[in-house]
């Protein structure tokens, strides 16, 4: 089965500063990763993936973030945040194989606070 | 529909009552999912819909949810003599076999 760890539960940062949430997961099997966002009263919606290839990956609003399989994170990163970016970010892991294939399991969360 | 549309989007029932919470996945999308969000925890798999296969729910907390989904179409996700650990927001989502899941806005289900 597979897990994933947010380090962090809240960031708060100001306005145009740069932000790193933090994700570590942990698979028997090798998995895709996404980040999610959502924001009040919406629902979820796909920040950013990683299947294969360049680790590095771009998503919408600015955001990326760097898949490590020695240290098994995907931490996604912002160089500079807007009070808009204020949301929860979800991190999720997906097997490519196996019985549990397509399930995602994800952490608990960690709510971005941009401030003025 | 343009995304996945959820009913109702919130419900308030009394412990011990029967719930059915709705979904509407995205036309042509084979697969369905299930998840329940917990004030404070991440996603929760509950149940998942494959095309005609038998649906795979491992994720079900116990017998008193169920859920049933009519072809490639709608869902529905039946919770009987509810308790108030039952309490959060459910989220269904469907997708395309192996790609991206495309969430719903969720049903909000206060038990009091």
């Known amino acids: 089965a597979q897990s994933v760890t947010q380090l962090d539960s809240q960031v708060p940062v100001f306005e145009e500063a740069p932000v790193e949430l933090r994700c570590n997961y942990s698979?028997?099997?090798?998995?895709?990763l996404f980040w999610y966002v959502q924001y009040p009263n919406q629902g979820l919606q796909l920040l950013l993936k990683?299947?294969?290839?360049?680790?590095l990956v771009k998503g919408i609003n600015g955001f990326e973030a760097e898949f490590n399989k020695s240290q098994t994170s995907f931490h996604l990163r912002k160089p500079s945040v807007h009070i808009s970016d204020t949301a929860e970010y979800f991190c999720a892991v997906s097997a490519f194989r196996g019985s549990t294939l397509g399930r995602l399991y994800f952490g608990r969360g960690t709510q971005l606070t941009v401030w003025p | 529909g343009a995304g996945v549309s959820q009913s109702p989007s919130n419900k308030v029932t009394e412990k011990g009552k029967d719930v059915e919470l709705r979904c509407d996945p995205i036309s042509g999308h084979t697969a369905l999912y299930w998840y329940r969000q917990r004030l404070g925890q991440g996603l929760e798999f509950l149940i998942y819909f494959q095309g005609n296969s038998a649906p795979d729910k491992s994720g079900l907390p116990s017998d008193r949810f169920s859920a049933e989904r009519t072809g490639e179409s709608v869902s529905t996700l039946t919770i009987q003599r509810t308790q108030q650990e039952d309490s959060a927001v459910y989220l269904c989502a469907s997708s395309l076999v192996g790609d991206e899941q495309f969430f719903g806005p969720g049903t909000r289900l206060t038990v009091l």
């Open positions: 990683y299947l294969s290839g360049s680790t």
């Open positions: 698979s028997s099997v090798s998995v895709y």
